[in-house]
């Protein structure tokens, strides 16, 4: 793990029901991140729920051994335009990782909050389902159910995009990704709970949804 980073600051996990008071030590960027991830594609009119209409995200990642932490995270992103230039935005996003909450919020604007966020993956004939979940301050966020046909010698794929976020101030931020990783479709059941933030995704059936596998991820 990186050395920690002498911006840890207090941190209030905001829509959590708890609060953390004090210095939170985090990884000094930019660092390697090891995954495994679970991704589906939304199309949602404007004014759906409140939100601006595009092309969104839901993904669960599960960052492994190899990563600066090891944590699980839940999160919606729509796709944004600079220009010419295609971004991605976090609209909505939880971990259950106090360092990853501090580091987040105070490297890059990303709103983490804190969640239970369990994942149980198992065998299931030829196939491998995975479950997710994810619960804020006894409010059910989400739930997703995946099925992944086993796949070949699947060749690994580069990526390279970058983050754009606001800070309270109103200053953006813009930062730089990339990695690659080993993409299978799968089968992709969610469930967002009506009563709670991402209602707006509720009952909308996936444009698509991939399995990906072994993501190495340079963020910063």
């Known amino acids: 793990m990186s050395p920690p980073c002498p911006a840890g600051r207090s941190v209030r996990a905001e829509g959590t029901g708890r609060r953390r008071v004090g210095v939170v030590p985090f990884p000094s960027p930019p660092g390697p991140m090891r ?47 600079d220009g010419r230039t295609p971004r991605v935005r976090i609209s909505d996003i939880w971990v259950d990782s106090e360092e990853s909450l501090a580091g987040g919020r105070s490297l890059w604007a990303i709103p983490k909050d804190l969640a239970d966020l369990p994942l149980r993956s198992s065998g299931w004939g030829v196939a491998t389902r995975t479950t997710v979940s994810g619960v804020a301050a006894g409010q059910q966020l989400a739930s997703g159910t995946f099925t992944t ?44 709970d009506t009563a709670g933030p991402l209602a707006f995704l509720d009952g909308r059936r996936p444009l698509a949804s991939f399995h990906l596998r072994d993501v190495r991820l340079t963020f910063g």
Do not use: N
Not at 165 to 185: K, N
């Open 149 to 192: 046909l086993p796949g070949a010698a699947l060749v690994r794929a580069p990526f390279s995009t970058s983050l754009t976020q606001e800070r309270p101030d109103g200053t953006e931020v813009v930062t730089p990704f990339r990695g690659s990783t080993r993409a299978l479709p799968c089968r992709a059941r969610w469930r967002f």
């Open 35 to 81: 995954a495994q991830a679970w991704v589906s594609l939304f199309a949602v009119r404007a004014g759906a729920g409140g939100r601006p209409g595009g092309l969104y995200g839901a993904a669960f990642f599960d960052y492994q051994q190899g990563s600066v932490l090891s944590y699980h995270e839940l999160l919606v992103a729509r796709l944004v335009r």
